[in-house]
Each structure stands twice: as C-alpha cells, then as structure tokens.
C-alpha cells in the first residue's frame, strides 16, 4: 500500500512540473541569459570540553563548520552544489547537490532535499552548528537530508507547504553523528508547513519512512513529527519546539549470545525553549534550555534523559559577521543513576559571505 501510494505522488508530481508554464524570458545568447552566486560561511568554536566522566581530564577542543555554495539560475532552472567541512579531522564532502523548477510560488526539486519545516527553531542553539551537540541542543531530531524529490508551494507569507519523497529512509540511520551517511535502504515521505504571521512564526513537519532492502525480507517503520513556534519582536525572541520521534527495531538474532530477540520501538521525545534579547549596541544573548527522553519498550530498557543547558552571547563585528562567547552543558541521566554532566566553555566566531 505505501509503495503503491509513493508512486501515485510521484507521478502526480511529475505531471505537474510538465504541466505548470514556465515563467522564463526569451532565450538569448548563450551566457547572457542565467546568474551565478556564490556564497558560504564559517563558524568555529575553541575552548575547554569537560566529559564529566571520573578519571578524565577536561581538555581544549575545536568544533567547526564551513559550507561553500554556488547557485546558477538559468530561466526557470536553478542549480545548486555546496561542500562542507566540520573540525579539524575530517575531510570536505558535498553537503548538497539539487536542480530545482521554479514557476510562480511552486518548486519542484530533484536531488538532496533537507525540508526547513523539519527544523526546531532551536537547533544549533545559537551556535549555528551541530558539530557543538556534545553539549548543545541539535533540534534535529527529525532533520532529514537525502536524495529525493521536493515539491514545494508558497501561497502567501502565512503559508509555504512541502513535500518529499525519499529513495532511501532518511529518517532511521545507522550513524547519528552524520547527516548522509549510514543511509539505509527504503523510503520515506515528509509533509511540512512553515510560514510568519506579523512577529510570529510557525514550523509543522511529520515524516514516516520505512527500511527496507527491496528483496522481500522483512521492514520496519518510523515516523516523527514536529510543532514549533516563535514570537520575535527585535528586542524579545521566544520560541518552543516539541518533537516526537519512534524508531521500530525488527526481530533478529544477538550477536553476542546468538538468542533470537524481540521487534521493540524507540521513542525519542524533545521539548525545548528559547529566550533571546537583543540590546541597544547590537549585542545578544541568546539562552536555550531543553529536555530529551528516550526510551525502548523492550524488556529491562532503561529510559535515558538528557537536559541541555545552553548560552550564546553574540558581539556584531561587521554585517554578517560576529564573535561569540558561548556555554554548554548537557546532562545524560539513565534510569536511576547518577546523572553525568558535560561542559564547554570557548570563544567562536562566524562570518557568512
């Protein structure tokens, strides 16, 4: 049934992108007819990491994040590639490579889709990155970045609906430290909407994906979903998320002990707030504070908590550019243990081009 449904939407997605005129001038000379952009930005972080773990040393690290893009827009044809390198140790990859149809307020992207709605309003926690999450809030629970197609319509400010259709399931990875790899085999659909009332702002997102290997074993479903608000008025800035995330494990066989185990589900669950204040010389701070349970209904599963706690104190440099001073903390609790808190304390700084 949902495979059968995935194909309809395609089709009727595709049917729509012939259908919808194209909104381009007349053909020119060769070159004279398309733009090129070129942008990016950098934001890294220096300073002191403490694991909280006894025995181990606090020690100074680096957390860092670089993107560079370039857009060409030729009629109603764009073209957009971007790499991205994070710390020290690890090498540039492409982060991003999509054409996209645009015809009034409908676009239709084919290639790596990472739907805005799937946000929190707090992710990064002011740190514009998710390479600092060993102690700030992500808000990526639900984030999602692969190969699809993207449908999207934007009918007013108010209103922008999106929807994606995944080739893979982009939702149940094998690796949680990164954004494309540790894909697994399937599918997966996104429905989000986003748009801005005055000084408030809204983000809608639920997702369902399934793993599966296309050769008639057994699958599993996920499903996640996201509510986020946020009230900026200059000054002042508060937002809240919540996001709900169940992973389903299927039954297989213990590596270690060789005993058949049972299918279990994985529910992760965020609630995070955010209070922002910006002063009359242009310097902000930003404070983020936010709770995560995750739990297993398999037998003798612990429940794990972990609570952020988190500042940002922004000073402007020169139009998008900025330094910062920034504090991290995240306590992980299991069960009924004692709760083993990480920090780290530095200094950053982020400039976009």
Same mark, same amino acid.
């Given at each position: 049934?949902?495979?059968?449904?995935?194909?309809? #939407?395609? &089709?009727?997605?595709?049917?729509?992108? &012939?259908?919808?005129?194209?909104?381009?001038?007349?053909?020119?000379a060769?070159?004279?007819?398309?733009k090129?952009?070129?942008?990016?930005?950098?934001?890294?972080?220096?300073?002191?990491?403490?694991?909280?773990?006894?025995?181990?040393?606090?020690y #100074?690290?680096?957390?860092?994040?670089?993107? #560079?893009?370039?857009?060409?827009?030729?009629?109603?044809?764009?073209?957009?590639?971007?790499?991205?390198?994070?710390?020290?140790?690890?090498g540039?990859?492409?982060n991003?490579?999509?054409?996209?149809?645009?015809?009034?307020?409908?676009?239709?992207?084919?290639g790596?889709?990472?739907p805005?709605?799937?946000?929190?309003?707090?992710?990064?926690?002011?740190?514009?990155?998710?390479?600092? =999450?060993?102690?700030?809030?992500?808000?990526?629970?639900?984030?999602?970045e692969?190969?699809?197609?993207?449908?999207g319509?934007?009918?007013?400010?108010?209103?922008?609906?999106?929807?994606t259709?995944?080739n893979?399931?982009?939702?149940?990875?094998? /690796?949680?430290?990164?954004?494309?790899?540790? @894909?697994?085999?399937?599918?997966g659909?996104?429905?989000g909407?986003?748009?801005?009332?005055?000084?408030? /702002?809204?983000?809608?997102?639920?997702?369902?994906?399934?793993?599966?290997?296309?050769?008639?074993?057994?699958?599993?479903?996920?499903?996640?979903? @996201?509510?986020?608000? =946020?009230?900026d008025m200059?000054?002042? &800035?508060v937002?809240v998320?919540?996001?709900?995330?169940v992973?389903?494990?299927?039954?297989g066989?213990?590596?270690?002990?060789?005993?058949?185990?049972?299918a279990?589900?994985?529910?992760?669950k965020?609630?995070? @707030?955010?209070l922002?204040?910006?002063?009359g010389?242009?310097?902000?701070?930003?404070?983020?504070?936010?709770?995560q349970?995750?739990?297993?209904?398999?037998?003798?599963? @612990?429940?794990?908590?972990?609570?952020?706690?988190?500042?940002?104190?922004?000073?402007?440099?020169? =139009?998008?550019?900025?330094m910062?001073?920034?504090?991290?903390?995240?306590?992980?609790?299991?069960?009924?243990?004692?709760?083993l808190?990480?920090?780290?304390?530095?200094?950053?700084?982020?400039?976009?081009?």
């Amino acid at each position: 049934m949902f495979k059968q449904f995935n194909k309809i #939407l395609v &089709l009727v997605g595709a049917a729509g992108m &012939l259908a919808m005129p194209a909104f381009a001038a007349e053909p020119t000379a060769d070159g004279e007819d398309y733009k090129v952009k070129v942008g990016g930005k950098i934001r890294a972080y220096f300073g002191q990491y403490d694991a909280g773990i006894t025995g181990e040393d606090a020690y #100074l690290t680096n957390y860092s994040e670089a993107n #560079l893009q370039i857009k060409v827009t030729r009629g109603p044809i764009s073209a957009l590639y971007e790499v991205e390198s994070r710390n020290n140790k690890e090498g540039t990859t492409t982060n991003m490579r999509q054409v996209t149809y645009n015809a009034g307020g409908f676009s239709a992207t084919i290639g790596t889709c990472k739907p805005k709605a799937s946000y929190a309003f707090s992710w990064g926690a002011g740190t514009s990155t998710s390479a600092t =999450k060993a102690t700030f809030y992500d808000g990526l629970t639900i984030k999602t970045e692969a190969d699809g197609l993207c449908l999207g319509y934007k009918a007013a400010e108010a209103l922008k609906v999106e929807f994606t259709q995944y080739n893979v399931d982009a939702l149940n990875k094998d /690796s949680a430290n990164s954004n494309k790899t540790g @894909l697994k085999d399937g599918s997966g659909m996104q429905f989000g909407a986003l748009g801005k009332f005055g000084d408030l /702002s809204y983000r809608l997102s639920s997702i369902g994906t399934i793993t599966d290997d296309h050769m008639g074993g057994d699958t599993t479903s996920h499903s996640g979903n @996201l509510v986020g608000l =946020k009230y900026d008025m200059g000054i002042i &800035l508060v937002s809240v998320d919540s996001i709900n995330k169940v992973i389903e494990t299927g039954a297989g066989i213990d590596t270690d002990t060789g005993e058949s185990t049972l299918a279990y589900k994985t529910t992760t669950k965020d609630q995070s @707030l955010q209070l922002g204040y910006t002063m009359g010389n242009k310097h902000s701070l930003l404070l983020t504070v936010a709770t995560q349970s995750i739990q297993a209904d398999s037998a003798g599963a @612990l429940e794990t908590v972990n609570t952020f706690t988190d500042g940002v104190y922004s000073i402007p440099m020169a =139009k998008g550019a900025d330094m910062r001073l920034v504090y991290g903390q995240k306590s992980e609790k299991e069960g009924e243990a004692d709760p083993l808190v990480a920090s780290f304390a530095g200094l950053g700084m982020f400039a976009k081009f």
